[in-house]
């Protein structure tokens, strides 16, 4: 079942990236594909018990909306997490495969890539923030997947809103890249697909701003995919650095597809 021109298309898209990096227009972006998997028998209910299962560490959600239909998904990314005036976010970057080792080790790009969006992600809060604590970065495993770490914390000024550190925040490096805007318009002109829902986010939010007891947790719409009859769209997205390689990044695309077609017991 493999593809050989959804191969070609996706590294061909990477290698644009990676000259536009080398030409200095951004530092990185996240670019992004998604796949169809053909559905024989789709029993919902089983399909969300099993999704629990596998990733009980990511925020696992099932919507449905006569307008956009049905999406699952198991994401590991927290966009902000915020009761009253006091926030939590993260910074999460680099890949790689569970290989069952006991020590993971991160080569210097991915510790580059984490560091580009932690400091991105402070240096945006501070124009809102009373202060923010950052801790060290750490591993995470989010089903077959490590991925590094950081917790940014911290308390917003009187006059903030959450409304305005949702619009800093989102979207974030890890969906989009940096800096924001010009890696938001290298995607929109070349990744030739609508991401839709994909790299949104999404939970609950309580917009009750004044109120020190509304307590609002949102995650960014990461491994994730849209149930329509008879077929399974997923969708996955690689952050793209200097150093990346374009087969390489297939690689970790396919990986990441992986997680989704083990929910659906898809053979891949």
């Given at each position: 079942n493999f593809d050989s021109e959804a191969k070609f298309q996706y590294?061909?898209?990477?290698?644009?990236?990676?000259?536009?990096?080398?030409?200095?227009e951004?530092?990185?972006v996240v670019l992004s594909r998604n796949e169809e998997v053909p559905l024989s028998e789709f029993d919902f209910i089983e399909t969300f018990q099993h999704l629990v299962q596998l990733y009980p560490a990511t925020f696992c959600y099932c919507f449905f909306h006569p307008k956009i239909g049905l999406w699952m998904g198991a994401t590991p990314e927290k966009l902000l997490k915020a009761n009253g005036n006091v926030f939590e976010t993260m910074a999460l970057a680099g890949t790689?495969?569970?290989n069952q080792e006991t020590k993971i080790v991160w080569q210097q790009k991915e510790k580059d890539e984490q560091q580009f969006v932690t400091d991105f992600i402070v240096?945006?809060?501070r124009e809102f923030t009373a202060s923010v604590v950052v801790s060290e970065p750490y591993s995470l495993k989010a089903g077959s997947i490590w991925h590094i770490k950081t917790d940014i914390s911290g308390v917003l000024k009187d006059n903030s809103t959450l409304e305005?550190?949702?619009?800093?925040?989102?979207?974030t490096p890890a969906?989009?890249?940096l800096p924001k805007k010009k890696s938001k318009a290298f995607i929109i002109e070349n990744e030739n697909y609508d991401r839709t829902f994909y790299t949104g986010f999404l939970g609950e939010l309580n917009s009750t701003f004044g109120e020190a007891q509304a307590s609002s947790d949102l995650f960014v719409n990461l491994r994730c995919m849209q149930i329509q009859e008879e077929k399974?769209?997923?969708y996955m997205g690689c952050g793209i650095t200097r150093e990346s390689i374009p087969e390489k990044e297939w690689e970790e695309s396919v990986n990441k597809s992986m997680t989704m077609k083990r929910v659906l017991k898809v053979r891949s």
């Open positions: 590294e061909y898209l990477v290698a644009q990236g990676i000259q536009a990096i080398k030409n200095e951004f530092k990185k790689q495969k569970d240096k945006r809060l305005e550190v949702i619009d800093t925040l989102h979207p969906v989009c890249g399974a769209i997923l």
